[in-house]
Each structure stands twice: as structure tokens, then as C-alpha cells.
């Protein structure tokens, strides 16, 4: 069944999208993150502009965390006041990546940037994760090793500005939350995707937060960081088709679902390391696809720059 | 309520635009065609771009006065477009050089009876922008006369491989002596704007006579409408986007907490 996508000006397999959204969708209710990351690569590769799939992107990624969020929520796994902590510095995390956005697409290099950055993020935590998933297995399998530490004190701990999170059982500065939103921000606005892979990992190695809130904290952060791309990517681009977000929300947000549902039979370190494979896996692809010669080394693009 | 008579009024206004085109194509036809060796017309003057359009085909049929070859030039609206080189930077493919050309046609086809170098010279078909390699571009750079062909060609290699440009000649069919008829295709990332349809009439390696006729291509109904609200309310659309793909997850969050 072909669909006319209005914005992106192209027809459209409405079932191989909802198939995409769905896939995305429930992988994204499993670990906890947006899934941006595998639909922006899935989304160009079916053809659709880049700038339409990061905009369009921004807009089911809403979707999918509002879902997402609440199955979370009734668990009672989202620590709000950190969440909003989180939030603030992704307001500023947003505006800053927009900035940088737009003087890279001013000098022509905005695609080979994209595609840096997520080798770069992917690749550096997806591997962090394996290792230290693997580590944590190991552990587990061998109950006579040395238990780690219960808390570790790293120089992040020293910052002013402490804050209470009875929800997270935490006693941390109100930067560090802050500033993983900002970084998440960032991603936001430069590589259209929540930047859920990223929060994920940091909430739980950086603030030491119970792994259990983390999902749903992300997930709470990522609807605001996300709605604010999707305003601004409709008001300053024109790159939102809704009509594609509409088939990868249906898709998405069914899929979600049935993801929360697996997720919670997952342990955390299996889950973990399942992401993990993910993220490498992706960032291997999109690093091979730099460092092989293209089959035409010439692009054209109708876009004004 | 308000955005039903609005999109209704929408199709209508498309539907008269292209009425008035066939209009002024018919009159124009009816004042020259004693003079005319050629006449021609297409099936329909408006191709409406529908949440379900997956590609149209357009057929072009004419007759001619006798003896000839007929060609036929389908050109779609002339827009900037910017080509990019990807070089080897560091052990990666980055975008090195750039040239924009002004003048590059949407869509661009060509049909012809029989293979168009066994009757007609290069300056005929340079003059009438017949065939890709005459067709003017407008490129901005000043280049080598070799770097601009490789963009050139690029160029046009790469709206080949959208559909946009015809690989190949089309294939004009006389049916007897006089009558003639072409399919011309449409692909469904065609772009809006309006087209110029050129039916040539070719005797003896020139131009005996030509006849222009418009086509235009519209988004109409809820694509046009998704369409014009991004375009002339950005804000709002956001707005309603993020409304809408939040109410979407609420729902779906609701529904599937009874399951």
C-alpha cells in the first residue's frame, strides 16, 4: 500500500514504515531509549532527505516516549524532580545544537558531521556498555570475585550545587544532571534522535541512579527535548511530514508496548549488553560506509544552503 | 468545518487552473492551426498529486499535415540545483567541491518516432534543448571545460536514477501517416510547478513547425492541505505536530494497559 508523503514529496510502502516504527518502537520500550539512532539511518536509507527524516523523526520520537513513559510511570519508575533537572540543561543543550547546526550546513559539511558524531557517540558507548556489561555478567557468573565498591567518588562529586533526589536515593550536584541534559540537547537538535543511548548509560554510570529509573527518566526528559527539536525543526525548516511521523507512531508506539513488556523480563546487565551489540553494530555500519568509496562520489540536493 | 470548504475550495482552484490551461491551450490551437503542420494535445492538463499517488501517465497525441519526424519535449520547472563532490579527506569520503547550476529542469524527457541523429543536425537540436547533452543548465561556477562536464554529467545521472530524466528516448508511435501518440510517465517523487509540454514537427533536418502545450502538476486534497499548513503557519504546525503525536502515545499508552 503506497502513501504520499506531503513534506518529503515522496510515495511511500505504508507497511514497511509501520514495520520500521514498530521494530524501533519496541526496542525503544525495551532499553529505555528513543531509538532515533536506528531510524535516521533506516529512514534515509528507504530514501527519504535526511533533513526530513531528522525533523520527521523529532515528532514520533514525542509519540513514542509519551507511551513509553507511561507504562514506566505506573510502575513508578521516573524520578520527575531529576528529570526536570535533566530538562533544564536540555533546553540550553537544545539551543546551542541548533546553533552549531546551522553554521556546519552553512559551510556544505552537515551530512559528513552527522555521520561522524554518530560513529563517534555510538561507537565510544556502545563499547564502554559491552565491556562493562560483560563485566557485570561475569561477575555474576563467579559469585567468589571481589564485590566492587558500593559507591565510587569521582572528582563529579565534588561540584557545588548539591541537590537531594529521595526518589533516586541520591545526594549529587544539580550540574551533573544538568549537564548530561545538555549533552543530550545537543544530540537532539544535531543528529535528530533522543539521545536515550547516551542518557542511559551516563544516568547509570555517572549519577549512579538506580537502574530500574533510569528508563523512565530518560524517557521523560527525552519528550520535552524532543517536542522542542520537532517546533523548531517546523518552524525554521519546514522538515516535518506528518504523515510519516503518523505511520512511525502507529507502528512505533504499538511496538513500545510490547518493548516495555520484554524489557522487564530482561536482566539489567543482559539488557545492557543487547543495547550495547546494537549501538556498535550501527556505529560499525555507518563507519564503513565513511571510509568506503561511494558509488557516486557526486550528491546533488535542490535544498538552498 | 472552516478547513472542509477551505480544502474544497482548494481543489476547486486547482480544478479551474487547469481548466483555464486547457482552455487557453485549446484556443491557441484553434487560432494557429491553419497555419500548423503539427497539432498536438495531452490527455490531461492537470496531474493531482493525491495521498494515494504513486506515479501517473500522460498521453500526448497529435497529427501531423504529412510527411516528418515528430519529437516531443517534456520539461518541468527550472530550479537551482547544487552538485557536490565527495573526496578521500583524511581516510574518509567528505564534501570537497561544489558547483550550482540556476537553471536545472524537474523533470526532463524526450520522445521520439526513430532515433533522433537519422534526421535532425546538432545545431537544430542545440537550438531546441533536444536530447540531455543540449540541455542548458545554467552553471554559476566558471570551470575547465572537463570539471564542468563531470558535474554536468553527474548531474544528470543522478536525477536519472530518481525517475526524474528519461534514460532512454521515449518511443512517439504513428498510428498510419498523421496520427501520432506518446506515454509520457510521471514518478511519484515528481515535483509541483508547472511544465512545458514542446511537440516538434521535423521535415528535411528542420524545424517545420512547434506547438507548446502547459501541463501542471499539483498537490491536491489532504496532501495539499498538510502541505500548505507547514508552509504558511510553521509555528502552528509544529505546535499541532507535537499535540498530536502526544495525544497519539496517551492513547496508545491507555489502550494497552487494559491488554
Redesign the interface.
Known amino acids: 500500500m503506497q502513501v504520499y508523503l506531503p513534506i518529503a514529496e515522496m510515495s511511500v510502502n505504508a507497511l514497511l514504515v509501520l514495520g520500521m516504527g514498530g521494530l524501533v518502537g519496541f526496542l525503544s520500550g525495551m532499553f529505555g531509549v528513543g531509538g532515533g539512532f536506528l531510524m535516521t539511518p533506516l529512514l534515509i536509507f528507504i530514501g527519504v532527505p535526511p533533513a526530513i527524516a531528522v525533523g520527521t523523526q523529532a515528532n514520533q520520537l514525542v509519540a513514542a516516549s509519551v507511551s513509553g513513559v507511561l507504562a514506566h510511570w505506573r510502575r513508578g519508575n521516573v524520578d520527575v524532580k531529576l528529570g526536570v533537572v535533566m530538562l533544564l540543561g536540555g533546553m540550553v543543550g537544545t539551543v546551542v545544537g541548533v546553533w552549531i547546526f546551522s553554521i556546519l550546513q552553512r559551510i556544505g559539511q552537515i551530512d559528513a558531521a552527522i555521520t561522524l558524531s554518530y560513529v563517534f557517540f555510538l561507537g565510544t558507548i556502545g563499547t564502554m556498555m559491552m565491556v562493562e556489561a560483560s563485566r557485570a555478567l561475569i561477575r555474576r557468573r563467579a559469585p567468589t570475585a571481589k564485590r566492587g565498591k558500593l559507591h565510587r567518588h569521582m572528582w563529579l562529586h565534588g561540584l557545588p550545587l548539591k541537590m537531594r533526589f529521595q526518589r533516586s536515593k541520591l545526594y549529587i550536584s544539580a550540574l551533573l544532571p544538568a549537564g548530561i541534559g545538555a549533552v543530550g540537547g545537543m544530540l537532539v537538535a544535531i543528529m535528530g534522535i533522543g539521545g536515550g543511548f547516551m542518557l542511559v548509560p551516563a544516568m547509570i554510570y555517572l549519577l549512579n541512579m538506580p537502574t530500574g529509573l533510569v528508563a523512565g527518566t530518560s524517557l521523560f526528559q527525552i519528550i520535552f527535548t524532543t517536542a522542542m527539536a520537532t517546533l523548531l525543526q517546523a518552524a525554521t525548516n519546514q522538515t516535518v511530514d506528518v504523515m510519516l511521523a503518523l505511520l512511525l507512531l502507529i507502528g512505533g508506539v504499538v511496538g513500545a508496548q510490547f518493548g516495555t513488556k520484554a524489557g522487564g523480563r530482561l536482566r539489567g546487565e543482559q539488557a545492557r549488553l543487547l543495547l550495547a551489540s546494537l549501538v556498535v553494530a550501527v556505529a560499525l555500519k555507518l563507519a564503513f560506509d565513511l571510509v568506503m568509496e561511494p558509488n557516486d562520489v557526486f550528491t546533488i540536493s535542490t535544498r538552498m544552503s | 468545518m472552516s478547513a472542509v470548504r477551505k480544502g474544497a475550495g482548494r481543489l476547486w482552484s486547482v480544478r479551474i487552473a487547469g481548466g483555464v490551461v486547457g482552455l487557453l491551450a485549446g484556443v491557441f490551437l484553434a487560432a494557429t492551426v491553419w497555419a500548423q503542420q503539427l497539432v498536438a494535445d495531452l490527455s490531461s492538463h492537470l496531474i493531482a498529486?493525491?495521498?494515494?499517488?504513486?506515479?501517473t501517465e500522460v498521453v500526448l497525441f497529435g497529427t501531423t499535415d504529412g510527411a516528418g519526424d515528430v519529437a516531443i519535449v517534456v520539461t518541468g520547472p527550472r530550479?537551482?540545483?547544487?552538485?557536490?563532490?565527495?573526496?578521500?579527506i583524511a581516510?574518509?569520503?567528505?564534501?570537497a567541491r561544489?558547483v550550482r547550476f540556476e537553471q536545472?529542469p524537474?523533470y526532463y524527457m524526450v520522445a521520439t518516432n526513430r532515433p533522433l541523429d537519422q534526421f535532425v543536425g546538432r545545431p537544430v537540436l542545440e537550438r531546441h534543448q533536444i536530447g540531455l547533452p543540449n540541455l542548458q543548465l545554467g552553471p554559476r561556477e566558471q570551470l575547465a571545460p572537463d570539471q564542468l562536464a563531470?558535474?554536468r554529467s553527474?548531474?544528470i545521472?543522478?536525477?536519472q536514477?530518481a525517475g526524474l530524466y528519461g534514460i532512454t528516448l521515449g518511443q512517439v508511435a504513428f498510428l498510419g501517416e498523421r496520427l501520432f501518440r506518446t506515454n509520457i510517465y510521471f514518478p511519484?517523487?515528481v515535483?509541483?510547478g508547472l511544465y512545458n509540454v514542446e511537440a516538434l514537427l521535423i521535415r528535411d533536418g528542420e524545424v517545420v513547425s512547434a506547438q507548446t502545450t502547459p501541463l501542471v502538476v499539483s498537490?491536491v486534497g489532504?496532501?495539499?492541505e498538510?502541505?500548505d499548513f507547514?508552509?504558511n503557519q510553521?509555528?502552528i504546525?509544529?505546535?499541532?505536530?507535537?499535540i498530536?503525536?502526544?495525544a497519539?502515545?496517551?492513547?496508545?499508552?491507555?489502550i494497552?494497559?487494559r491488554?
Open positions: 498529486i493525491t495521498t494515494g499517488f504513486t506515479g530550479t537551482p540545483v547544487t552538485v557536490r563532490r565527495k573526496e578521500r581516510g574518509i569520503w567528505i564534501n561544489s536545472v524537474g563531470l558535474f553527474a548531474l545521472r543522478n536525477k536514477r511519484a517523487n515535483p509541483t498537490k489532504f496532501s495539499a498538510i502541505y507547514a508552509r510553521p509555528m504546525y509544529g505546535v499541532a505536530a507535537v498530536g503525536a502526544i497519539a502515545g496517551w492513547l496508545a499508552g491507555a494497552f494497559r491488554v
